[in-house]
């Protein structure tokens, strides 16, 4: 039984061992921006700090899934509008985004980290997204949704060591980023029942930065030659 029990735990760590060896972690730091009623047309308007903190399966080297975790700020400020209708309506707003993800990602070149080779490559990805506004949760499931798919370059530096540039675009099921509560303008106010936002027009954002991984150790010890 003690054999059976070593050659198992041997085993496992095997297996534990061979995803490593294809899996790396790594942290980004960059820039996030809104793109919605209050900015429709430039998209690195308000720029606002933003991280992700991720792990990376690479089942082969030009396929992965990556798994993230993100917080980015979003802000908006009608005053930076060239139109006049967003500068008489004068909208503000800030607004805390934590989010995670799981992200297909397709390298177009061969990607491999080893002592012998270190590959750059271009890459496209595509996903699915959890987002809390504010850090709360939407009543309506349907607006804690994204979905994220961008592009990417990734430059292998050593055996361990990778760095990267990555720009996602997140399309959200909602319309209130911008904290515009009423598409309408009420009876009292300077345009009584004039449309104030368009309710058809969903919020996006983006989110942009340099990333730096480590690919895991693939190294494994069985206990049973120790």
């Not at 942290?27 to 903190?53: C, H, I, W």
């Not at 809390?132 to 949760?137: G, T």
């Not at 994204?146 to 319309?175: C, N, Q, S, W």
Request: glycine letters at 8%; proline letters at 3%.
């Amino acid at each position: 039984m003690k054999k059976l029990g070593i050659i198992f735990l041997c085993l496992l760590m095997y297996h534990v061992g061979v995803s490593q060896k294809n899996a790396d972690i790594g942290l980004m730091l960059g820039g996030a921006t809104y793109m919605g009623d209050v900015n429709q047309e430039t998209p690195f308007r308000s720029v606002k700090p933003a991280a992700s903190a991720f792990y990376r399966y690479n089942f082969h080297t030009r396929l992965a899934l990556k798994g993230s975790i993100q917080y980015a700020r979003l802000a908006g400020d009608d005053a930076m509008s060239e139109f006049d209708y967003q500068n008489l309506r004068n909208q503000q707003f800030s607004t805390d985004m934590l989010g995670a993800s799981a992200f297909v990602e397709f390298n177009f070149l061969h990607f491999e980290q080893t002592v012998r080779y270190r590959y750059a490559t271009p890459y496209i990805g595509a996903g699915l997204g959890f987002m809390l506004m504010d850090f709360k949760l939407a009543a309506n499931t349907l607006e804690n949704i994204t979905i994220p798919f961008g592009l990417g370059v990734k430059i292998g530096l050593t055996e361990r060591l990778a760095m990267g540039l990555e720009y996602t675009l997140h399309k959200t099921f909602r319309d209130d980023l911008d904290k515009i509560s009423d598409w309408r303008y009420n009876s009292s106010g300077s345009f009584p029942l004039k449309q104030r936002a368009n309710p058809q027009n969903d919020d996006w954002f983006t989110f942009f930065g340099v990333f730096l991984s480590y690919k895991l150790k693939d190294c494994v010890t069985c206990p049973a030659y120790l």
